[in-house]
């Protein structure tokens, strides 16, 4: 209609003649930008702990990186949005080491429980020093469940915990085993250079959590020819003439880079007479100050051996930082939970490598003790003193609990008599043959064995089905899954990706027994990296899985192998 038609066009022209938007129209435009800006507030508010969805690749996605079964990295939306947090703790952790230790202050009580051995946990890490305290400048921001990895080049394995936090509001660094790399619990605060998790000024500590650690495996023999990296510059603070001719000298027959730094440490530990204070008020701080008076009286605590290795390496040259964290005590043979307090807090060093990446190392001469109970502290299981001349064979990936810190075993010696000469056992004559006695030992053991290594088998599979929590089931029912294919003479690593390693299986046997382990290695990774709770998987099906890939090979070997898997102890090794 032409009136229609005339109306209309000078608008779509942009001609209005002078006509004004209604004020209604102004007030749903101002309603709409209203709730577009408070949706992208409430959307940085909260991105952080909402949920990651897997990835359209799926569960089977090939995994980067190093360590055991991972999954490919989840849909990360703090990639658009990165929230820094304040940490809960405004001081130095480092100073609260000798009330910690005296138990002067009520630190948290942390019942740790791992299917691995675990005898160091990691808190947080120090690389700032002005010459009095050790601190860190880290920006932490707002992190999720997965956390960012080590640097590709850097070698590890992954073990996991789960941590029960008895007094939590005196907690403000999670402790975990190695760099962690997932997390049971959102909303926390993470530094992406070292890994640590901080408590948030706005958030409650944890009172439980699992954690997914990246452990170093650091190989000596690698180590030998690697390099320490060079400091990028000079200390602010002046080191005293003492200090550093301490290092000068103990340094001065050293013919290599990383001899130098074993040098600084078995000053401490074996060459220097130094002895680890256990007194009733033993030193406290870390600065320059009280490393000089570290090496004139020869006595201190770990929060100066580890200030003062970490200071001379840096005179050598090299970069050096601390860390702050705990040695674990014997676990309850009972449950195998480990009870860790503040008196058990701890503090090491380490050292950075080109190809390595950080290296820890303990100069704490924990077997030396200043009073005359020398063996009152005990040394963490599995540290042994360092050799005098490591060889080539000799591995650094195993220390005090897998947990980086360069240590070595020591040697076994004979038994020997007062005379000097082989003890008795060795000098009698007459009596049963030794090649009998020796004959019916090893007979014996091997009866022994063969009784002892199904039980054993047996045991470790109720306890991985018996864990708390659908997640942990489906855990243990995986590494059942890898037990059982390297007792059946598969190459399978604790290395490998989930995809690698059901390729390995499906290269090496037939498809009967490829497909069990595919589905089960598709519910593992699911479970580990639900997107909810809720939607972890059954740990029914995981566990109907292992006993299908059992009977499968049990029905694809001859009766001797079938024997020889089930008394193997291939699976009872460490990974």
Avoid at 14 to 36: K, M, S, Y
Avoid at 179 to 186: C, E, H, T
Wanted: no cysteine.
């Amino acid at each position: 209609r032409p009136g229609r038609r005339d109306s209309a066009g000078p608008r779509l022209a942009g001609t209005d003649h002078g006509e004004r938007p209604r004020p209604a129209r102004i007030r749903r435009a101002l309603v709409t930008v209203a709730a577009a800006a408070a949706a992208a507030a409430l959307g940085l508010l909260f991105t952080p702990v909402v949920p990651f969805l897997p990835e359209a690749a799926g569960p089977n996605s090939p995994v980067v990186g190093a360590g055991g079964p991972a999954v490919r990295p989840r849909f990360d939306a703090q990639s658009f949005f990165t929230q820094t947090v304040s940490p809960r703790a405004t001081v130095s952790p480092l100073v609260e080491f000798p009330a910690l230790a005296a138990g002067r202050e009520a630190g948290p009580t942390l019942i740790v429980r791992s299917e691995q051995p675990v005898e160091l946990l990691r808190a947080v890490t120090l690389p700032d020093f002005d010459g009095v305290h050790w601190t860190t400048s880290a920006a932490y921001r707002r992190a999720d469940q997965r956390l960012p990895p080590p640097p590709d080049r850097v070698s590890y394995r992954e073990q996991e915990i789960s941590v029960h936090v008895e007094n939590a509001d005196a907690l403000a660094w999670l402790p975990t085993v190695g760099r962690p790399l997932a997390l049971s619990v959102g909303g926390l605060g993470v530094d992406e250079s070292t890994g640590d998790v901080v408590v948030p000024s706005d958030r409650p500590a944890p009172e439980s959590y699992t954690a997914l650690g990246a452990v170093p495996a650091v190989d000596q023999t690698r180590l030998i020819v690697d390099a320490p990296t060079p400091a990028p510059r000079r200390p602010i603070y002046t080191l005293p003439a003492a200090v550093r001719a301490a290092a000068t000298q103990a340094t001065a027959t050293a013919r290599t880079p990383l001899g130098r730094v074993e040098a600084i440490r078995d000053l401490f530990l074996r060459d220097g007479g130094f002895r680890y204070d256990t007194s009733a008020q033993p030193p406290g701080g870390h600065g320059v100050y009280q490393i000089s008076q570290l090496i004139a009286s020869h006595r201190g605590t770990a929060e100066q051996f580890a200030s003062a290795f970490a200071v001379m390496v840096r005179e050598l040259g090299y970069q050096a930082r601390i860390v702050l964290g705990y040695r674990v005590p014997a676990g309850d043979r009972r449950t195998g939970d480990y009870r860790v307090t503040g008196r058990d807090v701890h503090a090491w060093a380490e050292v950075l490598f080109d190809e390595a990446g950080w290296v820890a190392f303990d100069p704490s001469p924990r077997d030396q003790q200043s009073t005359d109970e020398i063996d009152a502290v005990e040394r963490p299981a599995g540290q042994a003193p360092p050799a005098a001349d490591p060889t080539g064979d000799q591995q650094a990936a195993v220390t005090a609990n897998g947990s980086g810190v360069i240590g070595a075993t020591g040697a076994s010696r004979p038994e020997i008599s007062e005379g000097g000469s082989p003890g008795p056992a060795a000098a009698r004559g007459g009596g049963v043959s030794p090649v009998v006695v020796s004959a019916a030992a090893v007979a014996a053991v091997g009866a022994l064995a063969i009784g002892v290594v199904p039980v054993v088998k047996g045991v470790r599979g109720r306890r991985r089905r018996s864990r708390p929590g659908t997640t942990a089931q489906i855990v243990g029912a995986y590494w059942e899954m890898v037990d059982q294919l390297r007792d059946a003479g598969l190459p399978v690593r604790a290395t490998h990706t989930g995809g690698e390693l059901a390729a390995v299986v499906e290269r090496h046997r037939s498809p009967r027994v490829a497909a069990p382990v595919a589905e089960l290695v598709a519910v593992h990774e699911y479970a580990v990296f639900a997107p909810t709770p809720g939607a972890v998987p059954s740990s029914d099906r995981a566990w109907v899985l292992v006993a299908v890939l059992r009977r499968e090979l049990r029905t694809g070997l001859p009766w001797h192998r079938r024997l020889a898997a089930r008394l193997s102890p291939a699976s009872l090794r460490p990974r």
